[in-house]
């Protein structure tokens, strides 16, 4: 069965700094998809970015980026020039057929 | 607004009872998914509906029903309701089935159950 696994449950960072948060993944499948959303605290579900397992190229929205090492099972999410608007519970998520999520990782942002 | 209306927002209720929730699409979505989020099981995939008929099946209890009607909004019933089924509920839509493609899918703001 597949899994999602975040292994921070709570990040913190200076506004305006870099943060990378990580996520790893078991399939045994070849295709498939992978995502990041964003729950800020009114509670709305909110893609940030996906990213098709198939591609190479690492996917990028704006101040969002990743680094998927699809080897490695690893799809983890840059934040640059973090915002304080950027405070959320952060899910992966990965799906082939169904959509299989992470516990979230919790991100402040320090003024 | 993600187009997908979800109510009511808060539902408080006591255990052994039944309540109704229900989502609305966005327009033109033919899908639509139902999401259990709790404090210690994290989001879980509950049911899906694709014009009208279901689609996929996840860790839906056998207390809980759901179904897509015509008009594509959907309703999801809990009953024999439990302390642990106290939980956010999410609604999500798609325009297709979604299964094996990077669709995106758009989330109501989601149903506070408190069952007390």
């Known amino acids: 069965a597949q899994t999602v696994t975040q292994s921070q449950p709570e990040m913190s960072v200076q506004e305006a700094e870099t943060v990378t948060l990580s996520c790893t993944y078991d399939?045994?499948?070849?295709?498939?998809?992978l995502f990041w959303y964003k729950q800020p605290p009114s509670r709305q579900m909110i893609l940030v970015i996906r990213?098709?397992?198939?591609k190479q190229q690492n996917a990028t929205e704006n101040r969002f980026s990743v680094n998927f090492q699809k080897a490695a099972k690893s799809f983890s999410l840059k934040i640059s020039d973090s915002q304080l608007g950027d405070a959320a519970m952060y899910f992966c998520?990965?799906?082939?057929?169904?959509?299989?999520w992470g516990a979230g990782t919790k991100l402040i942002i320090k003024p | 607004d993600s187009g997908v209306t979800q109510t009511p927002k808060h539902l408080i209720t006591a255990t052994g009872q039944r309540v109704t929730l229900r989502c609305s699409p966005r327009?033109?979505?033919?899908?639509v998914y139902w999401y259990q989020q709790s404090l210690d099981q994290g989001l879980q995939f509950l049911i899906q509906?694709?014009?009208?008929?279901?689609?996929a099946k996840g860790n839906i209890l056998e207390r809980f029903s759901a179904q897509q009607f015509p008009d594509l909004h959907s309703e999801l019933n809990l009953s024999s309701l439990e302390l642990g089924d106290s939980a956010l509920y999410f609604c999500?839509?798609?325009?297709?089935?979604?299964?094996?493609?990077?669709?995106?899918?758009?989330f109501g703001s989601g149903t506070q159950l408190s069952v007390l």
């Open positions: 999500a839509s798609s325009v297709g089935p979604i299964a094996a493609t990077n669709e995106k899918l758009f």
């Open positions: 327009s033109g979505d033919l899908s």
């Open positions: 509906y694709y014009n009208g008929e279901e689609r």
């Open positions: 399939t045994s499948e070849s295709d498939y998809y």
């Open positions: 990213q098709e397992a198939y």
């Open positions: 998520a990965y799906r082939s057929v169904k959509l299989i």
